[in-house]
């Protein structure tokens, strides 16, 4: 009797912890612990995160609530679990990322954005011309960045005439960084000033101004992005061996990981195919939809994309919603 009490109480005790497990995935929530996001400021990174925020609060019954800042400051947010997600986070080029990730603070989950890409760009007039605007080729041997070097005067700075300028991303994204050690790998920095656009639509209309005006420029940019459709542009090359290969994940606080199974295993599925990102994105541009308002339009549009990320019971509660 003693040996089948002992087997017993053994027994219940693993059935207790198991349970505990299973209630403990979905306890972030339960308790009215709010999921705190990442504030992000590109077009890809809001819509991303307007969509993530619906399947978790109407979903799963989550609080959330979003902090603004940076992306270098919302990693240093994450690594100290201020906030919980960062929707779109670039794996591996920021020093803050990488730190936090090798001292287990954060962790990058699923692959919501397959197939960007980033680089430096000119308008494609400027190599190859441009027959139907009667433009002609003002750099038709620009094809590396290293090329850069000797066409500074092409791409005159206004301020400092004597130098070219080189449209970097605002100061705080973790591109600004990555694009100011570039000017100096290349022997760059002396003839190229650093031009640093205070927003992502400051940059945006730099880049449109110069290009409706058939004008010289040379900046940095990403896909997935309005801009990308609008306008046409040639990628610059860079060194041989150089092999950028983007991961983007969604960032998680390592806090998070651990006490919300149950929602990470939603995050981890969630995927916007890039062509239908590029199109929603040109969409909010053109039509002029707040990020909020086109997340909710594509969850009315493509149910078969995010029904295959959550649970029937979430999917059928955020349909409700709609």
Known sequence: MKTKKSLMTCLLSIGLMAGSATSHAASWCEAGKPVKFAGLNWESGMLLTDVLQIVLKDGYGCEIDTLPGNSITMENALSSNDIQVLAEEWVGRSEVWNKAADNGKVVGVGAPIIGATEGWYVPRYLVE???????????????????????AQLFKDPEEPNKGRFYNCPAGWTCELENSEMLKSYGLEAS??????????ALDAAVLSSYKRGEPIVFYYWSPTPLMGQVDLVKLEEKPGVDKKISIKVGLSSVFHEQAPELVAVLEKVNLPIDLLNQNLARMTKEHIDSPKLARIFFKEHPEIWHAWVSEAAAKKIDATL
């Open 129 to 151: 011309g441009d027959v139907k605007r009667n433009l002609k080729p003002k750099a038709p041997e620009l094809k590396n960045i290293v090329d850069l070097n000797k066409y």
């Open 192 to 201: 190229y000033t650093n031009f640093r656009p205070g927003t992502g639509p």
